[in-house]
């Protein structure tokens, strides 16, 4: 159960767009179409954004975007804005019916 | 509207046992797979353990396998943690969540804090 790989920090500035990547194995990321992404602001509990690799949740900005090829996952948000300053989770269902998060990637609105 | 309500944390020794409960409610609880995940100061996420509906299913990652059991009471809605020979390295907030089998948690609740120190 090895944590998925993301990159430990992006940045960009207002009205931009970036992108986070998520990279696991055949085995968790690769093998389904179970990848879901967090936001989490400090001091607050984590918030869905993208649910089943690319499926937005009621209430979720169409600025945010889900991918996936191969073992590599991506969140893409468009049109920065001030509030997407956060730190962001990928997760994936695994081969043994588990989960498994990435360390983290802390997004600097600029 | 969905309510997730963790409790139980406190400071326990190195060795010591715990359980942690979540109290749900604004959804049909016996519905839904129930996920425990935790966050160690200034880290990141990490899945603990879910449960099926209907408690025939629990799944734990490496780091609590044998020492920690995820259970649900369908008729009270809530969701358990009970946390046995317990480590520093469990030192961490955590959340109950609401979900599915394949993940997308759409509910936390706010956590609950264990801190294991001697």
């Known amino acids: 159960q090895s944590a998925l790989t993301q990159p430990a920090s992006v940045s960009g500035s207002p009205g931009q767009s970036i992108t986070i990547s998520c990279t696991g194995t055949?085995?968790?990321?690769?093998?389904?179409?179970?990848v879901s992404w967090y936001q989490q602001h400090p001091g607050k509990a984590p918030k869905l954004m993208i649910y089943?690799?690319?499926n937005r949740p009621s209430g979720v900005s169409n600025r945010f975007s889900g991918s996936k090829s191969g073992n590599t996952a991506s969140l893409t948000i468009s049109g920065l804005q001030a509030e997407d300053e956060a730190d962001y989770y990928c997760?994936?269902?695994?081969?043994?019916?588990?989960?498994?998060f990435g360390g983290g990637t802390k997004l600097t609105v600029l | 509207e969905v309510q997730l309500v963790e409790s139980g944390g406190v400071v326990v020794q190195p060795g010591g046992s715990l359980r942690l409960s979540c109290a749900a409610s604004?959804?049909?609880?016996?519905?839904?797979?129930m996920h425990w995940v935790r966050q160690a100061p200034g880290k990141g996420l990490e899945w603990v353990s879910l449960?099926?509906?209907?408690?025939?299913?629990?799944y734990y990652a490496d780091s609590v396998k044998g020492r920690f059991t995820i259970s649900r009471d369908n008729s009270k809605n809530s969701l358990y943690l009970q946390m046995n020979s317990l480590r520093t390295e469990d030192t961490a907030l955590y959340y109950c969540?609401?979900?599915?089998?394949?993940?997308?948690?759409?509910?936390w609740g706010q956590g609950t804090l264990v801190t294991v120190s001697s």
């Open positions: 969540a609401k979900g599915s089998p394949y993940g997308g948690n759409t509910d």
């Open positions: 449960i099926s509906w209907d408690g025939g299913s629990t």
């Open positions: 997760s994936s269902y695994t081969s043994s019916s588990t989960a498994v």
């Open positions: 055949s085995s968790d990321v690769g093998g389904y179409n179970y």
């Open positions: 604004g959804f049909t609880f016996d519905d839904y797979t």
């Open positions: 089943d690799v690319s």
